[in-house]
């Protein structure tokens, strides 16, 4: 028998529920767009809408053990 999944659509934060999410301001994930060093969002014509999982893969992309390791990827982010 064949069982079909049907996957459920993430819900789809605004910017403001994302910056509350992460605990920054609206405006730094929008000028984190722009320099690229933001999480993954998605546009909806002229909306920006982020997911959950793309949000928590971000945070742990910036998980560091030394202050050293931080600056070198600050480094590589703003070479791009």
Request: proline fraction near 4%; include cysteine; hydrophobic fraction near 30%.
């Amino acid at each position: 028998m064949e069982h079909n999944e049907t996957k459920q659509p993430q819900k789809l934060l605004t910017p403001v529920e994302a910056a509350s999410y992460l605990g920054v301001c609206k405006s730094t994930l929008a000028k984190r767009r722009i320099t690229h060093s933001n999480p993954a969002y998605i546009k909806l014509g002229k909306s920006v809408r982020y997911r959950l999982s793309d949000l928590d893969l971000w945070v742990e992309s910036r998980v560091f053990i030394s202050t050293s390791d931080a600056a070198n990827s600050n480094n590589r982010q703003s070479k791009k």
